[in-house]
């Protein structure tokens, strides 16, 4: 039988500059962004908190505030970090500070919105990994820094393009689908941990590869169908019967 640790790229096989390979495309679309005219509409102050989503610069300040503070100070222990925490405040944290800085630059574009999502994104993955993970192997990071970055393009993605077309009542679901994901995630890292406990390191590593693209490729799909088809996003939370009626 073929050793699956031969299947597997060597624990250190990224180059130094590897995250160029996503900054500088993003960095493109930000310059592109910055020299043209913008739609920088006034926002007004959230009176009632169901207006809060309509107002982006207020409610990525306050998704901002909570995400980094429970990121900080809310103690758990490390299960309960992972599954409950990670998901929720992580995602709050890094699509408020994506939108403040985004809609304060860029007003209402959709796409420079969502290549500074990117950044902000892939800032946070490789922070993550720096402080947290730094030992572990180049797919795992690669992973992290494409996982981060692609819910926090999701996100805004979400919020940008229903902003846009004016479905404010729907506004505020846009943190909820990287949520989602960052739980199947993370809940899959528990229970892998659990049930391949007497399995091989090179088993372990194959089934968070083949999940993690699993993961990724939902995700593009997602941010692909919310981008150019978002009358299926919509109808997917106003009449799912009709979404299920058009994608078969």
């Given at each position: 039988m073929?050793?699956l640790a031969?299947?597997?790229?060597s624990?250190?096989?990224?180059p130094d500059?590897?995250?160029?390979v996503?900054?500088v495309p993003a960095?493109?679309?930000?310059?592109?962004?910055?020299?043209?005219d913008?739609?920088r509409?006034a926002?007004?102050?959230p009176s009632e908190?169901?207006?809060?989503?309509?107002?982006p610069i207020y409610?990525a300040?306050?998704?901002?505030?909570?995400g980094l503070?429970?990121?900080?100070?809310?103690?758990?222990?490390?299960?309960?970090r992972?599954?409950?925490i990670?998901?929720?405040?992580?995602?709050?944290?890094?699509?408020g500070v994506?939108l403040?800085?985004?809609?304060?630059?860029?007003?209402?574009?959709?796409y420079?919105?969502?290549?500074?999502?990117l950044?902000?994104?892939?800032t946070?993955?490789?922070?993550?990994?720096?402080?947290?993970?730094?030992?572990?192997?180049?797919?795992?990071?690669?992973?992290?820094?494409?996982?981060?970055?692609?819910?926090?393009?999701?996100?805004?993605?979400v919020y940008?393009?229903?902003?846009?077309?004016?479905?404010?009542?729907l506004?505020?679901?846009?943190?909820i689908?990287?949520?989602?994901?960052?739980?199947l995630?993370?809940?899959f890292?528990?229970l892998?941990?659990?049930v391949?406990?007497?399995?091989?390191e090179a088993?372990?590593?194959?089934?968070?590869?083949?999940?993690?693209i699993?993961?990724?490729?939902?995700?593009v799909a997602l941010?692909v169908?919310?981008?150019?088809?978002?009358?299926l996003?919509?109808?997917?939370h106003?009449?799912?019967?009709l979404?299920l009626r058009?994608?078969?």
């Amino acid at each position: 039988m073929t050793d699956l640790a031969a299947l597997f790229p060597s624990d250190s096989f990224l180059p130094d500059w590897w995250v160029l390979v996503l900054l500088v495309p993003a960095g493109i679309v930000l310059f592109i962004g910055l020299l043209r005219d913008s739609e920088r509409p006034a926002y007004f102050i959230p009176s009632e908190l169901h207006e809060l989503a309509e107002s982006p610069i207020y409610f990525a300040l306050t998704c901002a505030v909570v995400g980094l503070w429970s990121v900080l100070f809310v103690g758990l222990n490390m299960v309960q970090r992972i599954v409950i925490i990670a998901p929720i405040f992580e995602e709050l944290l890094k699509f408020g500070v994506a939108l403040l800085i985004g809609t304060a630059v860029f007003g209402k574009s959709i796409y420079p919105r969502i290549a500074l999502a990117l950044i902000i994104g892939c800032t946070f993955g490789f922070v993550e990994h720096s402080i947290t993970y730094a030992g572990e192997p180049d797919i795992l990071y690669l992973y992290r820094v494409l996982f981060h970055s692609l819910l926090s393009m999701i996100s805004v993605g979400v919020y940008a393009t229903f902003e846009s077309r004016n479905i404010n009542d729907l506004l505020w679901i846009a943190p909820i689908y990287p949520i989602v994901l960052h739980y199947l995630n993370n809940s899959f890292s528990v229970l892998s941990s659990v049930v391949l406990a007497t399995a091989s390191e090179a088993t372990q590593l194959l089934a968070s590869i083949l999940f993690a693209i699993l993961i990724l490729l939902l995700g593009v799909a997602l941010l692909v169908i919310v981008i150019v088809r978002h009358d299926l996003t919509e109808s997917l939370h106003r009449e799912p019967s009709l979404f299920l009626r058009d994608i078969l």
